[in-house]
């Protein structure tokens, strides 16, 4: 007997997770009940595809972004284009010092949101349990405003990268920002929106990308 290909996927991790970065990325805005009745990737596929209602193309919005990237960074950097690579480490390029002025001056060039910075993981772990802290404090107000705003502060001022290179820095701003990285706004290619689907489906519940095709059944929980 054939064994079922299915994946199992959090209803509310779908809802505000999922939706939301689709939602984000093509412009669209999906009513309640529109994923009521999905049963299957292709179903979801059909879904979105419909909504975002443009011509579609088989041009390249990966290419076409990495080239607007690299343009900005290389203006931003007074460097040569052809220092720039998908290979290209982040880390090369930005020093520690200005990386986060520098993030953020390209994030406005650009016009996207450039969430890519963090803090070292054993300061993450310190300023959660700060945060843990103030809230515990609750008797203490002041001490307890003062400690919250104090890690919120520290968490936006992040100079880690979460990307490695330039490439997967132009693959994470396409799947949240598709449209407004097209050439072309106003058109888009059917299968790259099908790759990021899966792209965002997979990482919800860690779901493995190859087990996620036009047919697989999708139950939620």
């Not at 199992?8 to 939602?23: A, G, H, L, N, R």
């Not at 209602?53 to 052809?82: H, R, V």
């Not at 520690?96 to 060039?109: G, H, P, Q, V």
Request: net charge positive.
């Amino acid at each position: 007997m054939k064994k079922e290909n299915y994946i199992e996927v959090d209803s509310e991790d779908f809802t505000y997770s999922f939706i939301f970065e689709i939602e984000k990325s093509f412009k669209i805005r999906f009513e309640y009940n529109d994923f009521e009745n999905v049963k299957t990737i292709e179903e979801l596929n059909k879904i979105i595809e419909n909504k975002i209602q443009l011509e579609n193309t088989n041009d390249c919005t990966l290419q076409q972004a990495f080239y607007k990237i690299q343009n900005q960074i290389a203006e931003n950097l007074s460097i040569p284009k052809s220092q720039i690579s998908p290979k290209t480490k982040l880390s090369d390029l930005f020093n520690k010092k200005e990386r986060s002025f520098r993030i953020n001056d390209l994030s406005s060039k650009l016009r996207v949101n450039m969430s890519i910075l963090k803090h070292k993981d054993w300061i993450e772990m310190l300023l959660f349990l700060t945060i843990l802290t103030s809230i515990a404090l609750v008797f203490m107000y002041l001490y307890s405003v003062l400690l919250l705003v104090t890690s919120i502060i520290l968490i936006r001022n992040g100079n880690e990268f979460e990307t490695e290179t330039v490439g997967d820095l132009t693959r994470k701003m396409v799947t949240e920002n598709y449209l407004k990285l097209r050439r072309n706004p106003n058109n888009f290619n059917k299968n790259e929106v099908r790759k990021i689907i899966i792209d965002l489906i997979s990482s919800l519940d860690m779901i493995n990308k190859s087990k996620i095709i036009s047919n697989t059944i999708i139950k939620f929980h």
